[in-house]
């Protein structure tokens, strides 16, 4: 996405004046808020209606629940980034949270400022987490790692090979730096960084940046 593109942001939540409050505020910061809705199954058909880029979503909503919501949007449509706006702070909402495919994780004490980079810096693929919550869920990364990986089909084509530079962004990924930390050190654009991580979950068949750390660090890229 183009520092000159607006991000198309839609916002989910089940009480009607945060709703609003958190709508109005992006859209004075410039952002196109396209959608609100207040249940599960309202965000989904929304979403899907309206293709928005950030999806600003609570997790505690009626009819459907948020971590649902989540799987079934990011799962459709990998190109979808999804910042859960929750006032639990609970280690296993956050687990969940992510794993269903949410790109970062804010809860509600946030300000609004850090709310507006919070969306600016979703919409452009970087984990945004409250502090401390990050190394939560790097750990969780680590873990899931260490489970074994289903057996492969016989069938199954030899796995896609990754340029220099793509491994190198993947090395780094799976350390867990941010897109704008990976662009400074490897002094290239934060648009390039973008670049080699999309067309390296194309080669791998992956759908988010969950996946793409659980298989860097399976593979001891991170330990490089």
């Known amino acids: 996405m183009s520092e ?37 199954e309202q965000a989904v058909r929304r979403a899907l209606a309206v293709l928005p880029d950030v999806l600003v979503l609570d997790l505690n909503l009626p009819v459907k629940p948020g971590v649902q919501v989540c799987k079934e949007l990011v799962g459709g449509r990998p190109g979808l980034r999804v910042l859960v706006l929750s006032a639990s702070g609970e280690h296993a909402d956050v687990l969940e949270a992510v794993k269903s495919g949410a790109t970062g994780y804010l809860l509600k004490s946030a300000s609004t400022e850090e709310l507006i980079d919070a969306v600016r810096r979703t919409a452009v693929g970087d984990p945004v987490f409250t502090p401390g919550l990050a190394g939560l869920v790097l750990g969780e990364y680590r873990r899931l790692a260490t489970e ?39 002094v ?27 298989y860097a660090i399976e593979r001891g890229l991170d330990d490089a």
């Open 4 to 40: 000159q593109q607006q991000i198309r942001v839609m916002v989910v939540d089940d009480h009607p004046m945060w709703r609003d409050a958190v709508a109005r505020d992006l859209a004075e910061a410039g952002l196109d808020v396209v959608a609100t809705a207040g249940d599960g």
């Open 148 to 186: 074994p990986a289903p057996a492969a089909g016989a069938d199954e084509p030899k796995a896609p090979q990754l340029t220099e530079r793509e491994t190198e962004v993947l090395r780094l990924v799976a350390k867990g730096l941010s897109y704008k930390q990976i662009a400074e050190r490897l």
């Open 188 to 214: 290239i654009s934060h648009r390039t960084v973008q670049n080699h991580v999309q067309n390296t979950l194309g080669k791998l068949q992956l759908h988010n940046r969950v996946e793409l750390v659980r």
